[in-house]
């Protein structure tokens, strides 16, 4: 008696089960199609443009030494 009533708990869960997900892909099934079918607006990639800055040399303050020795041409 307990196996039939376990089965019969089982199967209406079941059934349940499989009515609801029926229920819900029936009640969105339009709104799957789209996200589906949904192509995204393509967007233009952002242009940075850099200003490359290269400051000028600037003398030196204090005179370079200038190397004497057997070396120095």
Same mark, same amino acid.
């Given at each position: 008696?307990?196996?039939?009533?376990?089965?019969?708990?089982?199967?209406?869960?079941?059934?349940?089960?499989?009515?609801?997900?029926?229920?819900?892909?029936?009640?969105? !099934?339009?709104?799957?199609?789209?996200?589906?079918?949904?192509?995204?607006?393509?967007?233009?990639?952002?242009?940075?443009?850099?200003?490359? !800055?290269?400051? !000028?040399?600037?003398?030196?303050?204090?005179?370079?030494?200038?190397?004497?020795?057997?070396?120095?041409?």
């Amino acid at each position: 008696m307990f196996a039939i009533v376990a089965g019969l708990v089982f199967s209406a869960a079941f059934i349940l089960a499989a009515f609801v997900i029926v229920m819900m892909l029936a009640a969105y !099934r339009d709104k799957m199609i789209a996200a589906l079918l949904f192509e995204p607006i393509p967007q233009t990639a952002p242009v940075y443009t850099l200003r490359v !800055r290269r400051p !000028r040399m600037v003398p030196a303050l204090r005179p370079i030494a200038r190397p004497s020795g057997a070396l120095a041409a």
